[in-house]
């Protein structure tokens, strides 16, 4: 396969990457000095060997602990579990300094063609809520139609549990359709502050 085409695949994988963005990133490496290149290679590889998951809250991380510095943090309220589709919406939450409890990465949502949740770490969070001591569950899922039924998912199996357990979802402030992840800091801090 001609290597110009094959890197361009490769770039298109990339979420919100298209065809013509894929290729210009191919084309400007290629006028990259060879150092250039060699240095992205390094880095890519440092970030395969030396990242890892959170065994809590799939929230990557780089150390030789097993938990993340939210996770290990003894002033974070470990009543609170706030339930999140991917790493960019932990980011954006904790930037609002808003919220002090733990999180639970789901790995995504539910698709048109995975409608039964076999892409999510349901397990997961099964196991995590019944081993803690949560008084509250957020769930902070895009106001997306994905996330919406994600949620729906996500609630079920937190009742499988527990029928006591609080359960919120983020309210007022996000628009139907948007992203946690390119909300601004005083529409989360409005959708955490109304959350029902």
């Known amino acids: 396969m001609d290597s110009i085409k094959k890197l ?68 974070r309220n470990k009543q609170l579990l706030c339930v999140i589709e991917k790493e960019a919406d932990l980011i954006s939450i904790e930037n609002t300094k808003k919220y002090n409890g733990l999180y639970f990465i789901l790995g995504g949502t539910l698709t048109l063609r995975k409608t039964d949740g076999s892409n999510l770490r349901l397990q997961a969070l099964k196991e995590r809520v019944k081993e803690g001591n949560f008084l509250e569950i957020i769930i902070a899922l895009n106001p997306t139609p994905e996330g919406r039924s994600t ?12 029928q006591t357990l609080k359960i919120t979802h983020l309210a007022q402030g996000l628009p139907v359709g948007g992203e946690l992840e390119y909300a601004d800091e005083e529409t989360l801090e409005s959708a955490f502050e109304g959350r029902k």
Do not use: H, M, W
Request: overall charge positive; aromatic content about 12%.
């Open 151 to 162: 949620s729906v998912l996500v609630e079920r199996a937190v009742k499988e549990i527990s």
């Open 8 to 75: 361009a695949d490769l770039f298109g994988k990339f979420p919100t990457v298209g065809q013509r963005t894929a290729s210009r990133f191919v084309f400007y490496l290629i006028n990259q000095p060879k150092e250039k290149i060699d240095e992205l290679i390094g880095s890519l590889q440092e970030l395969k060997n030396n990242i890892k998951l959170c065994r809590f809250c799939f929230n990557p991380f780089e150390s030789n602990e097993a938990f993340c510095i939210i996770c290990q943090n003894a002033s």
